[in-house]
Each structure stands twice: as structure tokens, then as C-alpha cells.
């Protein structure tokens, strides 16, 4: 049985990009644009999953 990256947990919720900027439309005043990041609630920002209190439903 074949193991599919056996050591590298990363977040389903996010799949890896566990931080996304995205763009407010607004500026700032010396010119350059607003973000706002948001971190997977998953993963709290990681990436990656949390080893304990990990229940896998299902499957
Ligand atoms: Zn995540």
C-alpha cells in the first residue's frame, strides 16, 4: 500500500496556503493598497494540520 506523503500534513481546509491576502479596494495614504489577511481557522494560519484534536470523520 502505497502511502501518499507520508510525512507532510497539510491543512484540507486550506490545502497548504493557509494565509490569503485579499484586496480591500482601498488604499492607504502613501499609495499602496489595502490587505487584509486572513488565516485558515483550521490551521491557524500553519498550513498545516494540528496533530492533537484531530478527529477525521467519516472514511
Ligand atoms: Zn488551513
Redesign the pocket.
Known sequence: MPQHAPNKRV????D?F?TAAITTGTRHTDGTRATLRVS????K???R?ALAGVVRAGR
Open positions: 491543512c484540507r481546509d486550506c497548504g493557509a485558515c481557522p483550521a490551521c494560519g500553519t498550513g494540520t
